[in-house]
């Protein structure tokens, strides 16, 4: 667990740093901080890992494996960042500090062993976020975001505490294992405690994923933040989420699958179809992101349907790959915006003229996030499609197909601007560091969708 020590010493330093007026600094060093953690995390890949701190968590490599995309996709996005916070305050160290604080509580997240631990890492994670979502004092939709994200924080962290607390008067134990050993001798009937416990717990953690019908707080949130912490709260947040998700649901509660995998299975239709539809309608490019963001949280719920071995490496292929396209979308959002003060699809049109390299990183982005063959997006859908017909759920993924067709209409509105939409435009400045970042983001996008094994056969 040396990774959570560096993240949890990191941010101390970078404060110092920022004390002592080292604005320099700041970035380089916090990229190095996060690749000690990268290495030290990748160092524990199959060690044999058993519970550490009396049980309370194991750095397995399930965790190893979402801690790294985990942190990988952080650097990306801090890269991103150079003077992109000199802007709104000449206090950038809070910022870097606060990010790596969330960093810290994910990685507790990934990694814990007792329901204890949960809920600490999410309270870790979500103060964080409550804090950068208002980071721009002066706007109010940066305060709006915060107060949002903050009542509806809290209020699903209420159902999540109150569902720990009844399964833990049902099994009188807060360990994954003690409470697997529970509902193992307890095959048939679910005790009415253990049941509601777990039916809160799937209220509290879809706030946290931003799954319908628990998803109002998400684009409003999204659109109010700035736009390189939504692309933080869209990758790195809803990772950490649904890969907590999915190691409670399958150490835990996969013995008694026959009862919450109905209610989890509506929620999953409802969250596919919420998001997409929505998603259409949208002329900001940002908000039609945040509904996007929704309708992923439905594909990534295919893996928890449809439970089984393969759950987790669905879920990281899909994460991995929705993580890298949001990324290179977010962005691009943030060049444009710079430039015309808009976020609305208007303001694409005519790109590919001025800065080819830019259209076609975005381009890249679309098509993955659509599905297109190709691109890592495909294989996600792939995977997670492949899982859940596995388990017989056919009529689940004929309606997440419909709906993928559906997405394809409002991530090509994009494409169509850039390309066939002309508009007199001055060319979009884009520093080296976004070039890099953006770049990167889509031959990774592209390798992995033209050759799958090179990450199936990583983990």
């Not at 404060?15 to 190095?32: C, D, E, Q, R, W």
């Not at 960093?103 to 204890?116: D, E, F, Q, W």
């Not at 003229?353 to 996030?369: E, I, R």
């Not at 509105?413 to 990167?440: H, W």
Request: glycine share 8%; aromatic share 14%; with cysteine.
């Amino acid at each position: 667990m040396n990774t959570l020590i560096i993240l949890s010493v990191l941010p101390i330093l970078v404060l110092y740093l920022g004390l002592f007026k080292a604005k320099n600094a700041l970035l380089p060093v916090t990229v190095i901080g996060l690749l000690a953690a990268l290495g030290l995390a990748v160092m524990h890949w199959n060690d044999g890992a058993q519970p550490i701190y009396h049980g309370m968590m194991l750095f397995d490599n399930f965790a190893v494996a979402f801690s790294a995309i985990s942190i990988v996709s952080t650097i990306l996005i801090l890269l991103l960042s150079k003077e992109y916070f000199e802007k709104i305050s000449s206090h950038v160290a809070e910022y870097y500090a606060i990010i790596l604080f969330s960093l810290a509580g994910i990685i507790v997240m990934l990694s814990y062993n007792n329901l204890t631990m949960l809920f600490i890492g999410i309270e870790i994670m979500s103060v964080s976020l409550y804090i950068l979502a208002g980071i721009k004092k002066s706007d109010f939709a940066s305060n709006e975001a915060s107060l949002k994200y903050f009542l509806m924080g809290a209020f699903s962290t209420g159902f999540l505490l109150f569902g720990i607390a009844f399964i833990y008067g049902a099994t009188g134990s807060f360990d994954l294992q003690a409470i697997r050993d529970w509902a193992l001798a307890h095959p048939k009937g679910i005790d009415p405690m253990f049941g509601t416990g777990i039916m809160l717990i799937i209220v509290g953690l879809c706030f946290k994923v931003g799954a319908a019908p628990f998803h109002f707080w998400t684009p409003d949130v999204y659109e109010g933040s700035p736009t390189l912490i939504t692309a933080f709260m869209s990758t790195v947040v809803k990772t950490a989420g649904f890969a907590a998700f999915l190691r409670l649901f399958s150490e835990c509660f996969a013995p008694m699958s026959d009862f919450w995998v109905p209610v989890l299975l509506i929620i999953t239709i409802i969250t596919l179809f919420i998001g997409n539809i929505t998603a259409l309608y949208q002329q900001s490019f940002k908000r039609m992101l945040a509904f996007s963001s929704i309708s992923h949280a439905g594909y990534l719920l295919f893996a928890i349907v449809a439970l089984g071995a393969s759950s987790a490496n669905s879920v990281f292929i899909y994460s991995t790959a929705y993580s890298i396209a949001s990324i290179i979308a977010f962005g691009a959002l943030i060049l444009v915006q710079q430039q015309s003060g808009s976020d609305n699809f208007d303001t694409f049109n005519g790109l590919a003229k001025k800065n080819p390299f830019l259209a076609f990183t975005l381009t890249v982005s679309m098509l993955s996030l659509a599905g297109i063959p190709l691109t890592a997006g495909f294989i996600g859908k792939f995977f997670v499609f492949s899982g859940a017909l596995a388990q017989y759920h056919t009529t689940l993924v004929i309606l997440a197909v419909v709906n993928a067709i559906i997405s394809i209409f409002y991530y090509f509105r994009v494409i169509i601007a850039m390309y066939f939409r002309s508009n007199e435009r001055d060319e979009v400045t884009v520093p080296a560091y976004f070039n890099f970042v953006l770049g990167l983001a889509a031959v990774v996008t592209i390798i992995i969708g033209v050759c799958p094994g090179f990450i199936a056969n990583l983990i």
